[in-house]
């Protein structure tokens, strides 16, 4: 196990099957999420519901108890003051709105086997009892106002004044009309239907509180669901941010500087950066490899030690141009120390100037001798501030060279710069430098023009 975890540590995690992982995950996490939406808007559609239903049973047990209450009040208004329309109020609630019959069937609907129900159903039977008591009441008083009877077919043929009730005079029967319909026993029947009337409602109630309790809890639970399922994905997303950060952008930042310094690069990060990591670690030990397997003498000037023409092409065609920049020295009127002095000593002069452009440049690029007195200088990843330390090196080696030494003449040299940028190959770098140094030398020598 051990063994295992240590192989592991040294492959690095791959990036790919830990973003497959996390990418399942997230899709699980995802599917979850929709199905507990789904339920959260089941659960809502039904909350809704059931409150439209309270609000319906509740209306249509009032609109019973309301119908109830306006049958007694205008059979009373009949019976006080012999007013048709009363009787006719009546009759026009009873055997045509029937708010009564509309609400049972509300309440059959939602809870057809419950107390509600039957509450109510007792509510109406003891209604209906009591509609035979108002249309006795009824026939008294239209007997006792000389109205003919059969004005009102809505009382039931069943329904007859007993001889002693005939017999009774006007007021008796007036009277009699009233008292009908403020008695205990209509009293009675009344309380009783309310008393059914109010154990509806509160069956109603208690049920529906019931339901509207547990589908609040399941809601609650539902949310709370989602809000974790939410946090799960938000974490995913956070870990997948720190993990490319730590095990791909913040390795891949130090490689890039270690690369810019041409350096190795550390195997850190996941599988797929290790990998590149250890491909350019092989082909930066190759190169140097190559570099040394590359025949010395093929490449260096051997009077003064520095690469040669050949050496330079190689160079100049391996570096990246757009951070690179090219310097071409010449020495000041060089022919005329090797025609008065000798050969021999314009050998060492020419080693002497290369030792000072190696002490000057060797920890900025490359240093060459192209031919003859002219040399070249490769600088590699040159800024803005390249340019003008190059100056002021120049100017210090002509300082250098303007004195004797030991038997080697002071001389100068004249030397012009080109940066490098995208788009442009070693031959146009060239000539941009060789114009740089023609400039030079059209304007006295001993200097340096850098073209940018």
């Not at 899709?27 to 239903?53: P, R, S, W």
């Not at 007792?122 to 109205?147: K, Q, R």
């Not at 009102?152 to 005939?166: A, K, M, S, W, Y």
Request: one cysteine or more; hydrophobic letters at 40%.
């Amino acid at each position: 196990m051990e063994e295992r975890t240590t192989r592991k540590n040294k492959r690095g995690i791959s990036l790919k099957k830990f973003n497959i992982l996390l990418f399942v995950f997230a899709l699980i996490i995802t599917g979850v999420m929709f199905v507990a939406m789904k339920q959260t808007t089941d659960l809502y559609e039904e909350t809704h519901n059931i409150t439209q239903q309270v609000v319906e049973l509740r209306q249509s047990a009032y609109d019973m108890q309301l119908a109830s209450d306006y049958l007694t009040e205008q059979i009373r208004c009949f019976a006080v003051t012999g007013e048709r329309k009363y009787l006719q109020n009546y009759f026009d609630e009873a055997n045509v709105t029937k708010r009564r019959e509309s609400a049972l069937e509300n309440i059959k609907k939602y809870k057809g086997t419950t107390v509600a129900f039957s509450s109510l159903s007792e509510a109406m039977v003891g209604s209906l009892d009591l509609m035979n008591i108002e249309y006795y009441s009824a026939l008294l008083t239209i007997d006792a106002y000389g109205f003919d009877r059969a004005d009102f077919p809505d009382i039931p043929g069943n329904v007859e004044l007993t001889n002693r009730d005939q017999e009774r005079t006007v007021e008796e029967k007036k009277q009699l009309a009233i008292n009908m319909l403020f008695d205990s026993t209509y009293r009675s029947k009344k309380e009783y239907i309310q008393s059914n009337m109010r154990k509806c409602l509160e069956e109603i109630s208690d049920n529906m509180d019931k339901e509207q309790q547990q589908l609040a809890e399941e809601l609650n639970k539902q949310v709370a669901l989602e809000h974790i399922l939410t946090e799960v994905l938000i974490a995913i997303m956070m870990g997948i941010v720190i993990a490319t950060t730590i095990w791909v952008i913040n390795p891949l930042m130090k490689f890039v500087g270690l690369i810019r310094e041409e350096k190795p690069v550390p195997l850190n990060g996941a599988y797929e950066v290790r990998f590149l990591a250890k491909t350019y670690n092989l082909i930066y030990y190759t190169n140097i490899e190559n570099k040394k397997r590359l025949e010395y003498d093929a490449t260096h000037d051997k009077l003064t030690g520095v690469f040669n023409r050949r050496g330079y092409d190689l160079l100049l065609s391996n570096v990246d141009i757009e951070s690179s920049a090219l310097m071409l020295i010449d020495l000041d009127y060089f022919k005329r120390v090797n025609d008065k002095n000798g050969h021999d000593v314009g050998d060492r002069e020419l080693v002497r100037v290369t030792d000072a452009l190696l002490k000057a440049f060797r920890n900025y690029g490359y240093c060459c001798r192209l031919g003859g007195d002219e040399f070249a200088v490769i600088f590699v990843h040159v800024d803005s501030e390249t340019g003008a330390m190059v100056e002021k090196k120049i100017k210090r080696i002509n300082e250098k060279l303007s004195k004797p030494v030991k038997g080697v003449p002071a001389i100068s040299v004249s030397a012009g710069m080109a940066y490098g940028h995208d788009g442009l190959d070693p031959e146009e770098l060239f000539k941009r430098a060789d114009r740089a140094l023609y400039d030079v030398k059209e304007r006295g020598r001993a200097d340096i023009f850098v073209i940018r």
